[in-house]
């Protein structure tokens, strides 16, 4: 087959959405031997980013199609303008689309869907963004463009909220980058310095939204023994406060650093209020560190047994969450370890590759 992916997210670095389509299309390109890739992004501002790795293995056996415009304004063009992809990228047997672009084309249609945050929770997501992804679905919904969800809690919104027939739906779960496990001693105390950090910590990383519910975790770690870490830069909303907690905000984290990070922590407490898959929550246990989170949306799918699941709403019950991990923290090493090695991106490539032959066949 000749498969066509747009890659324009990647140029976003340290999201979940890059982490996915990096992650999944580096292991396509090493796993499908005798299948050509065409590689799209719309990038403006980006652009070396893509020069520069499209100069690199595995990427440089792909061909690339560049649009000279940034991501959103592209996605945004893309998904209201009728203008086939093939007119863009050339002739393609299947087309598998970003978390911003739905164009239209005369191939049969891939789309990952990595959640419905914005139909969940709307008020907590940016308005572009909102009006972008509602675009995107009705369109995804009228044209029967087959989808692949993170979760099952993922397909599980789609059939509840859009009406999709559950055999429009492929759930197929992301893998995990190797850079994540038990990091050194000596790697440890590089990132603790780099970033000025205790001996001990409990971590939260991601962006400062509503969603992430960092108000009740800042108030569950009040009184605590250990500060609060918090990373990640500000999101769309109202930003956190750290009264009356011991807090350290970071801000940013190179993804090189996080491995280190993410080993030195007592704890690491994650209790959004939605999640499509959450790849922090297995970062953490693959590099060997506690993992509190909450009991919905897939963050229970993710963890298993291997972690402590808690209302997110209880600032209580988080709290007690932090305590009980922190007393047991050998026994859920260990789990959390063996978990994460279920996730692996040469797996996803495979489903993914099942999945693209399955829809080029049947159509």
């Not at 056996?61 to 009728?82: C, F, R, V």
């Not at 693959?286 to 709403?313: F, H, K, M, Q, R």
Request: one cysteine or more; aromatic letters at 8%; a neutral charge.
């Amino acid at each position: 087959m000749k498969i066509g992916i747009d890659v324009s997210q990647m140029c976003y670095e340290g999201t979940g959405v890059a982490r996915y389509v990096y992650g999944l299309t580096r292991a396509l390109l090493n796993e499908s031997a005798g299948h050509e890739f065409v590689l799209f992004a719309g990038t403006l501002r980006q652009k070396s980013y893509f020069t520069k790795l499209m100069q690199t293995s595995p990427w440089k056996q792909a061909d690339w199609k560049i649009l000279p415009l940034p991501p959103k304004l592209a996605g945004l063009a893309l998904n209201a303008i009728p203008l086939h992809i093939e007119s863009l990228i050339g002739s393609i047997d299947i087309f598998h689309t970003s978390d911003w672009a739905e164009p239209s084309s005369s191939c049969p249609r891939v789309t990952t869907v990595h959640d419905l945050v914005f139909k969940k929770y709307p008020s907590t997501v940016d308005p572009l963004i909102l009006s972008t992804q509602t675009k995107r679905l009705k369109k995804i919904v009228a044209e029967g463009t087959h989808v692949i969800a993170d979760s099952l809690s993922t397909k599980i919104d789609l059939v509840e909220i859009y009406g999709l027939a559950e055999t429009k739906i492929d759930v197929i779960y992301p893998g995990l980058d190797p850079i994540y496990k038990p990091q050194s001693l000596k790697e440890i105390e590089r990132v603790k310095t780099k970033y000025r950090l205790p001996k001990d910590y409990i971590l939260s990383l991601g962006k400062d939204e509503p969603r992430k519910n960092l108000e009740r975790l800042i108030k569950a770690c009040d009184g605590l023994s250990y500060p609060l870490v918090l990373t990640g830069q500000s999101g769309w909303g109202k930003q956190s406060e750290s009264v009356g907690s011991s807090i350290i905000r970071t801000g940013y984290i190179e993804d090189a650093d996080l491995p280190g990070l993410y080993s030195g922590a007592h704890v690491f407490a994650y209790p959004s209020l939605y999640e499509g898959f959450g790849f922090p929550v297995l970062e953490a246990m693959a590099c060997g560190t506690p993992v509190v989170t909450s009991n919905i949306s897939s963050l229970p799918e993710i963890v298993g047994d291997a972690g402590i699941l808690v209302d997110p709403l209880s600032i209580d019950l988080i709290k007690q969450g932090i305590l009980h991990i922190g007393e047991e923290r050998g026994k859920y090493i260990n789990l959390g370890i063996a978990r994460a090695q279920n996730f692996n991106w040469e797996s996803t490539a495979k489903q993914v590759m099942e999945v693209y032959e399955k829809i080029k066949n049947r159509d």
